[in-house]
């Protein structure tokens, strides 16, 4: 066999590899690091991933005005720094920030509410990528439409940066619920959800067309609202068969502790994300490797009593009706 | 009955469980597949698979909770069988050859030696047909973050290659492959390890 046939049958970015890069994920801890001296403390600890940022959710919200993806020469660093996976962020809808990172070559995007986002009608087209992306959802529509937009992997928006579980349960729960609820629905019915489902995308191309949506207008990208709902359909009808998300779902947004992480597994998560809860304590390495062992160890209480014991002073929280800016409540 | 455990570190845990759990149904083979968590859970396997996830992370796990220990002393004292895909195929090395690879203390089973991420970072995954000795056909692998067998040495032997590389090798009862066969549908290596596990008296 010739070199070059080899490489015909070579096949990259296919959905196999990004929702199978997921699954390598699974029952992990994945890190907020803003520089290369954090990304060796959360790989130390055992961390599956780093996320690389400028900033943590909780500076973000702190200094208010527009958060963008981070500077490519900080995220380099934290590449160049580490072996496990990097992961960065990019403005909701902002294709040419994702483009970038990707040719910049981290490991997955997230399409993340935490920064600004960019476009107002639209989330990107991820099918059109070769590496994977995760994006945040409140709700079983939320992430059906991400799923059907391409990501590999699902995550609770929660309610970043503020230190506080409640938002992030209550993504898991209201997830977890539609998705019991779908096993109760006949096919019909399921069909009227996924009529709902695909609404903001009609809304979307309404606002910006000023008419109605009619069977031809594309309504996202080239596709039409019938193709879409379709598929998004077929989705709703797998998810109610296997009665899980079909790709890996992480918890996000709020966790602060070795118990918080312990809660979002036993209510159903794959792993976790922890964004400014590790550095933004008194003690980040000890934090760190707790987390990773009470992720680990979810459904072992005696171990999270252990690994609770004198961490520090957790990040500071915040009461989310106190909160000047709701980051969940971005994207749709 | 034999019982095969996965290794419940991290990673894709329960693909291989499943596929193990189809390729008992397929072949008829009478057997179990029982989640390794503590080290007192190996004594109960006849054979383990170390799945793929990170290796940094599991190598961590397996040595904080004295599973690595266990699994030593039984492959060294009874032969046990063991599969490691990707990050386990990592584990299962004497050597590894990349130059952060202090960051990871293998279980040092095999004689190879291994270079982790050898393709690249994930947009460099990929999936191909690699030719697999003594199988008869080729085999559709999917390499995530890839690791490569750059040399092996003594009784192991290469088994897959792909492109004048490395992919898979055995030794007596180990096998290591650096792609995931937990992945794809094609049972052939969860089939082939079975075959290993129930051999043993």
New interface residues.
């Given amino acids: 066999m010739t ?1 070059e046939l ?1 490489f015909k ?6 959905e ?2 990004k929702r ?2 997921a ?6 801890v994945i890190m907020d690091v803003t520089n290369a001296e954090q990304a060796k403390i959360a ?1 130390e600890a ?4 780093v996320m690389a940022l400028e900033r943590v959710p909780a500076d973000i919200r702190a200094q208010g005005g527009v958060a963008r993806m981070a500077d490519p020469a900080k995220i380099q660093e934290i ?1 160049d720094a ?4 990097v992961m960065a962020k990019c403005r909701i809808g902002h294709f040419a920030e994702a483009q970038a990172l ?1 040719a910049l ?4 995007l997230d399409e993340s509410e935490v920064l600004t986002p960019a476009d107002p009608f639209y989330h990107i087209d991820k099918r059109g990528f ?3 992306f995760v994006c945040g959802c409140r709700n079983l529509g939320e992430a059906v439409r991400r799923i059907w937009e391409g990501a590999a992997m699902i995550r609770t928006k929660g309610e970043a940066g503020t230190g506080n579980i409640i938002e992030a349960i209550r993504h898991q729960r209201i997830v977890d619920g539609s998705i019991k609820h779908l096993k109760l629905m006949e096919d019909a019915d399921i069909y009227l959800l996924a009529e709902e489902y695909t609404q903001s995308y009609v809304k979307a191309t309404e606002e910006i067309t000023g008419r109605e949506v009619d069977v031809n207008t594309p309504v996202f990208g080239k596709y039409l609202l019938d193709d879409i709902k379709q598929d998004i359909f077929e989705i709703l009808k797998e998810i109610k068969e296997i009665q899980r998300l079909p790709v890996v779902n992480f918890a996000a947004g709020g966790i602060a502790t070795p118990a918080d992480a312990a809660i979002m597994m036993q209510l159903g998560s794959d792993g976790v994300f922890v964004g400014s809860g590790i550095f933004k304590s008194s003690n980040p390495t000890k934090r760190a490797k707790a987390i ?1 062992d009470a992720v ?1 160890n979810y459904d072992k209480p005696e171990v999270i009593a252990e690994v609770s014991k004198n961490l520090g002073d957790a990040m500071p929280g915040q009461e989310i009706d106190k909160l000047d800016v709701r980051l969940q409540e971005r994207g749709w | 009955m034999v019982k095969v455990g996965v290794i ?8 291989h469980r499943d596929a193990f759990k189809k390729a008992f149904k397929e072949t008829g083979l009478k057997g179990d597949v029982v989640l390794i968590r503590d080290k007192e859970d190996v004594s109960a396997a006849d054979g383990i698979a170390i799945p ?3 290796s ?2 599991i190598a ?2 397996l040595h904080r909770t004295g599973i690595a220990g266990e699994i030593i002393k039984k492959v060294t004292n009874e032969n046990m069988p063991v599969m490691g895909t ?2 386990g195929c990592v584990l299962l090395a004497k050597e590894i050859i ?1 130059d ?1 690879s202090e ?1 990871v203390n293998p279980l040092s089973l095999m004689n190879m030696s291994v270079k ?2 050898a393709f ?10 690699v030719n697999v000795e003594d199988f008869g056909k080729p085999y559709h692998a ?1 390499f ?2 890839a690791p490569t067998i750059t040399k092996t040495w003594g009784n192991c032997k290469p088994i897959a290659m ?2 004048n590389k490395i992919v898979g090798a055995q030794q007596d009862n180990l096998l290591a492959l650096s792609f ?1 066969p937990e ?2 549908s094609d049972l052939m290596f969860h089939k082939y390890f079975l075959k290993l596990v129930i051999k043993q008296p």
Avoid: W
């Fill in positions: 070199k080899d049958q070579l096949r990259h970015g296919t196999l590899l199978g890069f699954k390598m994920q699974k029952g992990g790989e055992g961390a599956v991933a590449m580490v072996t496990i996976p990707e070559g981290v490991d997955m070769t590496i994977p990773v680990a | 419940a570190a991290q990673g894709a845990i329960s693909e793929g996830g990170e940094t992370t961590k796990y990707c990050a990349d952060q960051k982790r991420n690249g970072r994930q947009r460099e995954s990929f999936e191909a047909t999917v995530i973050r792909f492109e995931h992945l794809t």
